[in-house]
């Protein structure tokens, strides 16, 4: 997901700045008349706008299937295992840190005190999923941990001088 | 009908009071640019501040940059303001005083109290500070919070006052009689159209903000007076949202003043960009749950519109302001000087911006980024390489000695170290989002460093460069307010 985001953030990015750069270099002869030349600008300012829409609305769509707010339909059976997480300051507390791969698990997390963010990086330290832990709120993360390893937890929301090291680990293995 | 002949406007001098804010605007603006640095080298590792001075930094460099932006963006909006409708100097000289106490009392809270609960004071961080901070300096904190927003609330009454006087109604103000009727080219012109709707979004930011500041100010002092913390979150980024958006809608007032005067074109306020401008207005309200995408505790359908009016608030960005600033420049014979390619620049900056801003309100990209540097890295690029060099770009345009003034090779020196600078660095920190890089971390991984280490070296370029713009503006002071043509003319008008 990261990486399409950036790709699709840099296609968008460098199709903005060809048409700077584009109106940049013709911008030094000056076309007198500007009423002829509103009239072509407002004309394939439509088309953009359809094409932009065209491009945009299926997408924003799109985008709104697999949302991570409930869980997902995966081929294994069974009831999804349970972590209850609450943040403190500054460390996680889990009623459990093992779990199996390919597994649903429903992460519960909360917080004691202030607002933390449960993050899960993986291996590679790649963020996968992530909730806010809320005091007095139970936010839910439906997650199936695809491969065996050391995933990491670290904080997503700012909480104080010891934010960055409110770190643990989950570990996906076979029992 | 819109007509598309050019009227001249001639160039005003900047009122005292503009250039005070201007003044302010840069020492501060300077300064929270070295915090940002100091921030960007101790996560490289370059230096050794450690982590309690990290935060402290971090809380200021936020609370000094949102308020800073909007002290320059109000002084755009009512230099150019005050030529259509009559505002109060007193009014906006209270709002600067306003403003410096609230400043002191940020920096007495963060200096001398240890505050470092970051600027957006999340409920309940600012009294739960595990001893590291008493609640006088958070309730110094968010006294100084209020303060600054009470002085902008009376700006915007103000200005809100004027321009009903001046055009009856602040529908009237956002042109709703041209919009929804038919149009008969009276509309107010695009800096009424862009005061009325910054007005009206930020008196409802301010009065949500007040109150959840003065909600956490008793919860400091009476514990029992319990807030919800989700509550709290919601009202935090609306105010927040709004109010940070609201700089850009005022900075953008210079291009539509300025770049008019150099291409010697209208900018008009027609159908099209009335009905955007509207639509601006609902959108900056009610876009500011995309911040709040990862607590699920809230409504499905209350994110989701966060998740809808992001990819929406893209479209008046590009197909209005944006294309109508390359509309107005394409085939102008424009005249390059540092005033023109700084306002240029900035629809490019703000509409390249936009970009990443709105992919990460994108749900399902959200809950794999939110949090991480790509945040910083979005908003760093609309607000540098868009809103301060809509900033930059009025200071050259009043301390331009004449309108065939030459720029130094310094100047445009800077100008390129700009550029590349704003996108160095922030490219670096969309990079470091990619690759999944946490945001507020005073300490980073080892694999985050070496874009830390990037970003710091771009930082200093584009610090080094603001520094000789800011050394020409604050040289050019004498000349900033008096009245005369600044503005080059395009070329085949000009010889």
């Not at chain 2, 501060?28 to 930094?57: D, N, P």
């Not at chain 2, 445009?412 to 590349?420: E, L, N, Q, S, T």
């Not at chain 2, 690759?435 to 990037?454: F, G, M, N, Q």
């Amino acid at each position: 997901m990261q990486e399409t985001a950036w790709q699709v953030s840099l296609v968008l990015m460098l199709m903005i700045a060809f048409g700077v750069v584009f109106v940049a270099i013709n911008s030094g002869k000056r076309e007198e008349e500007y009423g002829p030349l509103v009239k072509r600008a407002y004309s394939f300012r439509t088309k953009l706008f359809w094409v932009v829409a065209l491009v945009f609305f299926p997408a924003m769509i799109y985008n709104l299937t697999g949302l991570p707010y409930s869980p997902k339909a995966v081929a294994s059976s069974g009831p999804a295992e349970v972590i209850n997480v609450t943040g403190h300051m500054w460390y996680w507390e889990m009623d459990r840190d093992q779990v199996e791969p390919n597994q649903p698990v429903d992460i519960r997390v909360t917080s004691a005190d202030v607002n933390h963010g449960f993050g899960i990086y993986d291996p590679d330290l790649r963020l996968i999923a992530q909730a806010q832990a809320m005091p007095g709120y139970t936010n839910v993360i439906h997650i199936t941990f695809p491969r065996e390893g050391t995933y990491r937890i670290l904080c997503m929301e700012y909480c104080g001088v010891a934010h960055h090291n409110m770190m643990t680990e989950i570990k996906v293995s076979k029992s | 009908m819109a007509t598309y002949t050019y009227t001249p406007v001639p160039d005003q001098g900047a009122k005292a009071g503009v250039l005070a804010y201007l003044v302010i605007s840069c020492v501060v603006l300077l300064l929270m640019m070295l915090f940002g640095l100091l921030m960007r080298m101790e996560q490289a590792q370059m230096i050794s501040i450690g982590a309690l001075w990290f935060y402290k930094i971090m809380t200021l460099h936020g609370a000094g940059m949102v308020g800073i932006v909007a002290l320059a963006g109000a002084a755009i909006m009512w230099h150019f303001l005050r030529q259509y409708v009559d505002l109060s100097t007193g009014i906006f000289m209270a709002n600067l005083i306003l403003f410096l106490t609230g400043v002191v009392m940020i920096l007495a809270s963060v200096l001398l109290g240890d505050f470092h609960a970051a600027w957006t004071f999340l409920f309940p961080l600012p009294t739960t500070s595990m001893g590291m901070w008493s609640p006088g300096a958070a309730a110094l904190f968010m006294g100084g919070l209020l303060v600054i927003g009470v002085g902008f609330v009376l700006l915007h009454l103000d200005i809100a006052r004027a321009i009903i006087s001046r055009y009856g109604g602040l529908g009237r103000g956002l042109g709703w009689p041209q919009l929804f009727g038919p149009d008969d080219g009276n509309a107010p012109p695009p800096a009424v159209v862009a005061s009325t709707m910054v007005t009206i979004v930020n008196l409802i930011g301010l009065v949500v903000g007040a109150s959840i500041l003065v909600m956490m100010l008793i919860n400091v002092y009476v514990p029992t007076f319990e807030i919800d913390p989700l509550l709290a979150k919601g009202m935090i980024y609306f105010f927040g949202h709004v109010f940070i958006n609201a700089v850009i809608y005022m900075a953008v007032i210079a291009v539509y003043e300025i770049l008019p005067r150099y291409t010697q074109r209208p900018w008009k306020s027609n159908k099209v960009f009335l009905a955007s401008w509207t639509a601006s207005t609902i959108m900056v309200m009610f876009i500011f749950p995309h911040h709040l995408l990862m607590d699920y505790a809230y409504p499905k359908w209350f994110l989701i519109m966060g998740h809808i009016i992001g990819y929406l608030n893209t479209f008046p960005i590009l197909i209005v302001t944006g294309y109508g600033a390359m509309m107005i420049v394409y085939r102008s014979g424009i005249r390059w000087d540092m005033c023109s390619r700084l306002l240029f620049v900035s629809l490019f900056g703000w509409a390249v911006g936009a970009m990443p801003a709105f992919i990460d309100g994108t749900i399902t990209v959200n809950y794999v980024m939110h949090n991480t540097l790509w945040v910083p890295g979005h908003f760093h690029t609309y607000l540098l390489l868009g809103m301060v060099a809509m900033v930059f770009g009025f200071m050259y345009y009043l301390g331009k000695p004449n309108e065939n003034a030459p720029d130094s090779p310094l100047d445009v020196a800077a100008f390129w170290g700009f550029v590349i600078g704003t996108l160095g660095f922030t490219m670096s920190f969309l990079y470091s989002g990619k690759i999944s890089a946490a945001r507020r971390y005073a300490e980073h991984l080892p694999e985050w460093v070496p874009y830390d280490k990037i970003a710091s070296y771009f930082a200093m370029l584009l610090i080094a460069s603001v520094l000789v713009f800011i050394f020409r503006f604050l040289t050019r002071l004498g000349l900033a307010s008096r009245d005369y043509q600044r503005a080059s003319l395009a070329r085949s008008m000009a010889t």
